[in-house]
């Protein structure tokens, strides 16, 4: 009995120390993030987009995007900043709607896949076995068929708009991430921490969740962030072709709105300014992600 007490004690003091130790880990992230300045500065500018999204989703900003307030196509200038449409609406003001709709898409598309993925990856790399090749087979299956059809026929299947966009996205995008967690948890599983939960009878989920994931989870945080700028561009080409947002403007929409004016007429504004807007949101993930990335990485870590 006291054999027994003694060994819970010291997984407890494990578990503390393990807890201490993620809490230091963190900080030093944070401490390796705040002295790149230009993960810094793409931090910055993702906040500004996010600042944006939110005073859209509360109806404080793009609101009027519907509203005509000049001429069909007239050219940036003191009036209208990014000119206006083919409908006289303003073109920023569509601009900043589809920071929204890209903001929503990033969100809810990793909301489904993440969750997916690390169920997945997590049962597969802890229990072996069957359940490993189950879902080994299986996402060998999804990752065999090219992305843009596997996303195309998601979308025809759901139905055009956004709550489509969100599925297609979410249901495509996991397998990466479960490749890479089911690698950590085989990597974790026998370690000594997991042993000593195990000594004290400690159960399959417990260990796996309270235990192993949480030691993963840069993993995640990562992934997110390829994530969220990979739906961002899979939204614009699922809208380009006509099969992804409808009846709101977004940056795809908007892209495909104008690319036969843009030759006909030379009516460049709207296409350049979806496609800046998309583009410094991306770059600014990619910037935030190899941050990231270096910030987690053991090797780097001492340097």
């Not at 993960?39 to 993702?46: F, H, L, P, Q, R």
């Not at 410094?280 to 340097?303: H, Q, S, T, Y």
């Amino acid at each position: 009995m006291q054999s027994t007490t003694t060994v819970g004690n010291q997984v407890m003091t494990k578990e503390k120390k393990e807890d201490s130790s993620r809490q230091s880990l963190w900080w030093d992230v944070y401490k390796r993030v705040k002295k790149d300045k230009m993960a810094m500065a793409s931090i910055t500018i993702i906040a500004i987009y996010f600042l944006i999204a939110l005073l859209c989703f509360l109806g404080v900003l793009g609101a009027d995007w519907a509203k005509e307030v000049g001429p069909s196509y007239a050219p940036p200038g003191s009036d209208y900043l990014f000119g206006t449409d083919f409908l006289g609406r303003d073109v920023l003001a569509k601009l900043i709607y589809g920071v929204k709709v890209a903001f929503s898409v990033g969100l809810f598309s990793a909301c489904i896949s993440i969750p997916i993925g690390i169920t997945l990856g997590a049962l597969a790399g802890y229990f072996g076995g069957v359940v490993d090749e189950i879902i080994v087979w299986f996402y060998s299956t999804v990752s065999s068929i090219p992305s843009i059809m596997l996303l195309m026929g998601i979308s025809l299947a759901v139905g055009k708009g956004l709550f489509a966009v969100y599925m297609a996205l979410g249901l495509t995008s996991w397998v990466t991430l479960s490749r890479l967690i089911r690698g950590e948890v085989i990597k974790h599983k026998d370690r000594e921490y997991v042993q000593a939960a195990t000594s004290i009878g400690g159960g399959h989920f417990r260990k796996l969740f309270r235990h192993i994931l949480p030691n993963v989870m840069h993993i995640v945080i990562i992934d997110f962030s390829l994530q969220f700028q990979n739906a961002i561009k899979a939204e614009v080409i699922l809208s380009y072709l006509g099969i992804g947002v409808q009846g709101v403007p977004s940056w795809g929409t908007m892209i495909d709105d104008a690319k036969n004016v843009w030759m006909s007429k030379g009516v460049w504004w709207e296409m350049a300014g979806a496609t800046a807007f998309m583009f410094v949101l991306v770059l600014a993930f990619n910037i935030m992600g190899d941050a990231l990335r270096d910030a987690l990485d053991p090797k780097l870590r001492g340097k």
